[in-house]
């Protein structure tokens, strides 16, 4: 599943500005599958803990817990284009949630550790459906004038998702007394954080059924007039609807379907823009950004910070997050790509090497020194204002723009798929690592952040400004 990107003509592929707010709306409801891909992602931190204590469970098999809704995304994502391409846009949401629906629901009433499992995985395809639908749908409804910022979407509903989950995490850890366990609405806190999911997941449903399927999906499927009537609703009466499926349908009969085939080649069997696309993947990953998201409440509590405590400063740093997304946002177009991603590098080997430096020191009544404890909470919020605002959007942007147009499919299918691989393995390993030395583990991250400098330096070009075309 592919998005038109044709450049704007005169007199078409400009929403006027009474069509502006329904162009939002459709946006903005299709984004709510980015919500519920943050939501889901990091939900599970505020469980963490009373997993382990209920399961009996060592860091192997609660890491595998954690992981595993991880395989499902991998899953989710290597198939959702083909699904919607077969099924439509809409449909496939509307599958992605009633699969939100049912993990929910079955994350939050487990009677077995393996069941729990079983309902991250099915949980986890609807992110990777998620991920793959919401950016492609909104990039095909989208007028060509306005795709950029409203593609910026999923991106910010995927923050503002983390953020939320994190601030109800914290409300009902409160509302239990400060106990994962604790009673709420007669089960443990822990199970009503992972079931509170259902009301977005049916939001996202039901926000599904008030939006046009994609104009691109219907010229797919003979449905012509239809996807005229959905241009004239997002890009006004006034523009000409005729050039545009004609632009559409031109852009698909033209397009070159890529295959794995396609990306073969060269001393070390993919081509050298290949190997940099998935280097990319895996620094964003191996610098360990996902701990902050999955066990931030686990690593605090390990270090003597009091567990509701711990759950409000996993918000905070949500909230940086969103803050460094935004920041991104405005930078990324100005100032370019591969001047971002530095940036971001050098302040994450800061912030990383602080924390390892902060978590060297023996806990002393269970709890670090004052000093370093500061140090150590200062530096992570650091560490994920860093990340936010370069890494964590700069490198979606780079795969969508680096890989020439006969490869761009295939090519951004393996550096997708090797990202989720490296978020399965840092998340699968910090439990053990941490365990064995968590100052150690933090210099692993800080080896691979200083390291991500040199890479983007010799390997990566800039794409700021540069047509699609020009991507050799």
Same mark, same amino acid.
């Given at each position: 599943?592919?998005?038109?990107?044709?450049?704007?003509?005169?007199?078409?592929?400009?929403?006027?500005?009474?069509?502006?707010?329904?162009?939002? +709306?459709?946006?903005?409801?299709?984004?709510?599958?980015?919500?519920?891909?943050?939501?889901?992602?990091?939900?599970?931190? *505020?469980?963490?803990?009373?997993?382990?204590?209920?399961?009996?469970?060592?860091?192997?098999?609660?890491?595998?817990?954690?992981?595993?809704?991880?395989?499902?995304?991998?899953?989710?994502?290597?198939? %959702?284009?083909?699904? =919607?391409?077969?099924?439509?846009?809409?449909?496939?949401?509307?599958?992605?949630?009633?699969?939100?629906?049912?993990?929910?629901?079955?994350?939050?009433?487990?009677?077995?550790?393996?069941?729990?499992?079983?309902?991250?995985? !099915?949980?986890?395809?609807?992110?990777?459906?998620?991920?793959?639908? *919401?950016?492609?749908?909104?990039? $095909?409804? %989208?007028?060509?004038?306005?795709?950029?910022?409203?593609?910026?979407?999923?991106?910010?509903?995927?923050?503002?998702?983390?953020?939320?989950?994190?601030?109800?995490?914290?409300?009902?850890?409160?509302?239990?007394?400060?106990?994962?366990?604790?009673?709420?609405?007669?089960?443990?806190?822990?199970?009503?954080?992972?079931?509170?999911?259902?009301?977005?997941?049916?939001?996202?449903?039901?926000?599904?059924?008030?939006?046009?399927?994609?104009?691109? +999906?219907?010229?797919?499927?003979?449905?012509? $007039?239809?996807?005229? $009537?959905?241009?004239?609703?997002?890009?006004?009466?006034?523009?000409?609807?005729?050039?545009?499926? *004609?632009?559409?349908?031109?852009?698909?009969?033209?397009?070159?379907?890529?295959?794995?085939?396609?990306?073969?080649?060269? *001393?070390?069997? +993919?081509?050298?823009?290949?190997? !940099?696309?998935?280097?990319?993947?895996?620094?964003?990953?191996?610098?360990?950004?996902?701990?902050?998201?999955?066990?931030?409440?686990?690593?605090?509590?390990?270090?003597?910070?009091?567990?509701?405590?711990? +759950?409000?400063?996993?918000?905070?740093?949500?909230?940086?997050?969103?803050?460094?997304?935004?920041?991104?946002?405005?930078?990324?177009?100005?100032?370019?790509?591969?001047?971002?991603?530095?940036?971001?590098?050098?302040?994450?080997? !800061?912030?990383?090497?602080?924390?390892?430096?902060?978590?060297?020191?023996?806990?002393?009544?269970?709890?670090?020194?004052?000093?370093?404890?500061?140090?150590?909470?200062? %530096?992570?919020?650091?560490?994920?204002?860093?990340?936010?605002?370069?890494?964590?959007?700069?490198?979606?942007?780079?795969?969508?723009?680096?890989?020439?147009?006969?490869?761009?499919?295939? =090519?951004?299918?393996?550096?997708?798929?090797?990202?989720?691989?490296?978020?399965?393995?840092?998340?699968?390993?910090?439990?053990?690592?941490?365990?064995?030395?968590?100052?150690?583990?933090?210099?692993?991250?800080?080896?691979? &952040?200083?390291?991500?400098?040199?890479?983007?330096?010799?390997?990566?070009? $800039?794409?700021?400004?540069? &047509?699609?075309?020009?991507?050799?």
């Amino acid at each position: 599943m592919t998005s038109t990107a044709q450049a704007p003509q005169p007199g078409a592929g400009t929403a006027h500005p009474e069509h502006l707010g329904h162009v939002i +709306f459709i946006a903005a409801a299709a984004a709510m599958g980015g919500f519920l891909f943050g939501y889901d992602s990091s939900v599970i931190n *505020g469980a963490v803990e009373a997993i382990r204590d209920r399961y009996h469970i060592g860091p192997a098999a609660l890491a595998q817990v954690i992981a595993i809704a991880l395989i499902g995304c991998a899953i989710g994502a290597a198939t %959702a284009g083909r699904i =919607a391409d077969r099924i439509g846009r809409i449909r496939c949401m509307q599958i992605a949630s009633v699969l939100f629906t049912i993990s929910a629901v079955g994350s939050a009433l487990p009677f077995a550790l393996w069941d729990l499992a079983f309902w991250r995985i !099915v949980g986890g395809f609807a992110i990777g459906m998620a991920s793959v639908i *919401g950016p492609a749908y909104i990039a $095909e409804v %989208a007028p060509p004038a306005y795709r950029g910022r409203l593609g910026s979407f999923q991106q910010a509903a995927i923050v503002v998702g983390i953020a939320i989950s994190q601030l109800v995490n914290w409300g009902l850890l409160n509302a239990a007394g400060g106990n994962q366990r604790g009673q709420l609405m007669g089960l443990e806190a822990w199970q009503v954080m992972l079931g509170v999911m259902v009301i977005p997941a049916v939001l996202y449903g039901m926000l599904s059924f008030a939006i046009p399927e994609s104009p691109r +999906f219907l010229l797919s499927v003979g449905k012509r $007039e239809r996807a005229k $009537e959905i241009l004239a609703e997002v890009e006004g009466k006034g523009a000409d609807l005729d050039a545009r499926v *004609g632009e559409i349908e031109h852009a698909m009969r033209s397009e070159h379907k890529s295959t794995f085939k396609d990306l073969l080649g060269g *001393g070390f069997f +993919f081509k050298p823009i290949v190997w !940099v696309g998935i280097g990319l993947s895996v620094f964003q990953q191996f610098v360990g950004i996902n701990v902050a998201f999955y066990y931030s409440s686990t690593l605090w509590q390990s270090v003597g910070v009091d567990p509701t405590q711990s +759950f409000f400063y996993s918000f905070t740093t949500s909230i940086i997050n969103i803050i460094g997304t935004v920041i991104a946002m405005i930078f990324v177009d100005r100032i370019g790509r591969k001047p971002l991603a530095l940036i971001g590098s050098a302040g994450m080997v !800061v912030g990383l090497a602080l924390e390892a430096w902060a978590f060297s020191y023996d806990l002393v009544d269970g709890k670090l020194p004052a000093t370093q404890g500061w140090v150590a909470l200062v %530096a992570a919020h650091v560490f994920v204002l860093f990340f936010a605002l370069s890494w964590g959007v700069v490198v979606w942007v780079f795969l969508g723009e680096m890989f020439p147009n006969r490869i761009r499919a295939a =090519a951004l299918g393996v550096a997708a798929s090797a990202q989720w691989i490296a978020n399965w393995a840092i998340t699968a390993s910090f439990p053990s690592l941490a365990s064995w030395n968590l100052s150690a583990t933090y210099i692993i991250y800080t080896v691979f &952040a200083a390291l991500s400098i040199p890479f983007v330096l010799k390997f990566v070009k $800039e794409t700021k400004g540069k &047509a699609l075309e020009e991507m050799g």
